[in-house]
């Protein structure tokens, strides 16, 4: 039996009566881009996170860009940012402009070491950008505090993190600003890229709404007060987000069970490193498992035997950012960030999404543990 690291076909099946009486909608209306699709859309989500304002763009790289910019971070600012995450927490960072200034990782949470933060706080630091990776969200209260001393912004690379919560305060919210990521394999994905920036600071909104628009106010086309960007969510896109968005908890409820599964099975194994949830005292505060990552020694070996047997994995992330060529010049060299240089040799994510089988799991987890089995010899 193979196992797919990702797939949503058996979920959309049986979503598509309700997708497609939507998409009919969409045609008849005849509005593709940022039209009525879309907006409902934003309202739904600011009523499931309790935003005051969600910004619907064509995905979470442009909704990190767009946030930074609406913020007011550009040339000469610097960002502290995790350097053991997706490209685009970076990218975005120097894409404005600024200087993305990285940190290491705590080892068992795999987020900003929050330790190491005001070490690197200059006079050019403008914010922090903690990353929610995986699972669960950065020590936000000790973030919070650093920021409040320092007059930083906390802008929140929220992208994995739909339905986490810290003290009754949605992800992205807890912060400055926030994004979530729809890409498909997301948490909540749609079928092609789509991106939100959330927040419930009206400036950062109302520059937000301009910049994804060529830099115009919506209500007056044609006048473009700042230089802004093309980044519109399609109507498909909003529409499928729309139906899914009605079975998101469901799916989450599977997918809290499927990370039981795995741990249940997984935990006896003395090679595999199952994942680490911090306690957070918070009763707000829940796990959604949009990956579910083990580490082992011999990551390489595990993910070659896997692929021979047809189980998909995906290496979360196996180059961290400060070791990127496009930021050689920053200086940062190998062993600089010796927490997320160890995790990128040692993680691998398992399948993780609604549609995996009991019987799937027990297949994934069944060839892991004769793996190590077989070394033991
Ligand atoms: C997926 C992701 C992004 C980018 O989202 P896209 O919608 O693919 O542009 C940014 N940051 C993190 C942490 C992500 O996981």
Redesign the pocket.
């Known amino acids: 039996m193979s196992v797919a690291f990702f797939s949503g076909a058996k979920s959309f099946k049986e979503q598509w009566p309700l997708i497609s009486q939507r998409l009919d909608q969409v045609i008849d209306e005849g509005r593709f881009t940022n039209g009525p699709a879309v907006q409902e859309l934003e309202k739904a989500l600011e009523v499931f996170t309790g935003a005051k304002h969600c910004i619907a763009v064509g ?4 909704a ?1 860009i767009i946030m930074l910019r609406a913020a007011g971070i550009g040339v000469g600012d610097e960002v502290i940012v995790p350097c053991y ?2 490209f ?2 970076a990218s975005s960072i120097a894409l404005v402009g600024a200087t993305p200034v990285f940190c290491d990782i705590d080892a068992a949470t795999y987020m900003i070491d929050v330790n190491q933060i005001e070490e690197k706080i200059t006079p050019r630091t403008r914010a922090i950008m903690p ?1 929610h ?1 995986f699972t669960q969200l950065a020590d936000m209260t000790a973030i919070h505090k650093i920021a409040q001393k320092h007059e930083l912004l906390v802008l929140e ?1 929220s ?2 993190a739909i339905s986490m919560f810290h003290d009754g305060q949605h992800a992205g919210l807890i912060g400055d600003a926030g ?1 979530i ?3 498909p394999t ?1 948490t909540l994905g749609a079928i092609g ?3 939100l920036v959330l927040t419930n600071n009206d400036d950062i909104a109302k520059q937000a709404r301009q910049l994804r628009i060529h830099g115009q106010e919506e209500s007056v086309p044609y006048i473009h007060q700042i230089v802004g960007f093309n980044s519109k969510m399609d109507d498909v896109q909003a529409s499928i987000l729309l139906v899914r968005l009605q079975f998101l908890q469901k799916e989450i409820a599977r997918r809290a069970y499927l990370a039981a599964s795995y741990d249940a099975e997984l935990r006896d194994i003395p090679q595999v490193q199952t994942p680490v949830i911090r306690e957070r005292g918070d009763e707000s505060a829940n796990a959604v498992y949009y990956v579910y990552l083990i580490e082992t020694e011999d990551r390489d070996g595990l993910v070659d035997y896997l692929t021979q047997q047809g189980i998909g994995t995906e290496v979360y992330y196996p180059h961290p950012l400060h070791t990127q060529p496009c930021f050689k010049h920053l200086g940062y060299k190998q062993g600089d960030m010796p927490h997320a240089e160890r995790a990128s040799s040692r993680a691998v994510g398992l399948p993780m999404y609604p549609d995996v089988t009991d019987e799937q799991l027990a297949e994934v987890c069944g060839h892991i543990r004769q793996y190590f089995q077989k070394g033991e010899q």
């Open positions: 995905n979470a790289t442009d990190l995450s997706f685009a927490s990353v990776l690379d992208a994995e994004v990521s729809f890409f997301k890229d789509a991106g």
